[in-house]
């Protein structure tokens, strides 16, 4: 298996602009979570999708991020307007639950925000 | 809300030490308890994933115990090396399977 993929794999912009990245989950995998990294306060669960269905999207940090499933193997987070305090790492991982709902992490997209 | 800490925030061992690395949770009732390794600017790698009826998982030199009454879990790497420097994460996911990370523990093991 391709494991998760992610793309694009680094995102410069200029502040104000839309940033989209995108998931392709493991196959077979019906969780699918996106997180966000920063030295300041750790790694972050964003969005927590099941079956494509948002299940928990308390850690969306305002209006200006929002998240997609449109089928199980794809997932967008956008950002619109981008700012530089949403400069970081972000994370998508998927889990399922015939392998015990381990998570397996994508290599991670690494936002600049200028 | 759930909390995980992991103690201690950094370590520095020589080669060859066993080391204990700590992770605890506040809230007991845990679906399961997965361990990371992430290297500097890669994704995490996934080493051991117990579940909330078990008591331990080994893999190689890597053991990790669980225990939810305590609300701790331990990462015993025996026999280090070099190549496990790395910051070690764990991740606890609650009855409402909704994960939650700790901030992780860096290790050096320096030849």
């Known amino acids: 298996d391709a494991g998760v993929i992610q793309s694009p794999r680094h995102e410069v912009t200029e502040m104000g602009q839309e940033v989209t990245l995108r998931c392709k989950p493991i196959s077979g995998h019906n969780s699918l979570f996106w997180y966000r990294q920063t030295m300041m306060r750790g790694l972050e669960l964003l969005i927590y999708?099941?079956?494509?269905?948002?299940?928990?999207d308390s850690g969306m940090p305002e209006d200006r991020f929002s998240a997609k499933m449109p089928n199980a193997s794809f997932s967008t987070l956008k950002i619109q307007p981008s700012e530089p305090r949403d400069s970081a790492v972000y994370f998508c991982?998927?889990?399922?639950?015939?392998?015990?709902?381990?998570?397996?992490f994508g290599p991670g997209t690494r936002l600049t925000v200028l | 809300k759930q909390e995980v800490t992991q103690i201690p925030a950094a370590l520095s061992v020589p080669e060859g030490e066993n080391l204990v690395l700590n992770c605890s949770f506040t809230?007991?009732?845990?679906?399961?308890l997965q361990w990371f390794r992430q290297d500097p600017g890669k994704g995490l790698t996934s080493l051991l994933l117990i579940q909330s009826s078990q008591r331990e998982q080994t893999s190689g030199r890597l053991n990790a115990s669980l225990d939810k009454s305590s609300g701790r879990s331990t990462l015993y790497i025996a026999a280090s090396q070099p190549g496990d420097s790395a910051t070690y994460l764990c991740a606890v996911r609650g009855g409402s399977y909704i994960p939650t990370f700790g901030r992780g523990t860096s290790l050096i093991v320096h030849p």
């Open positions: 991982a998927s889990s399922a639950p015939n392998t015990y709902n381990e998570q397996f």
């Open positions: 999708f099941n079956n494509n269905v948002p299940i928990d």
């Open positions: 809230d007991s009732a845990i679906y399961n």
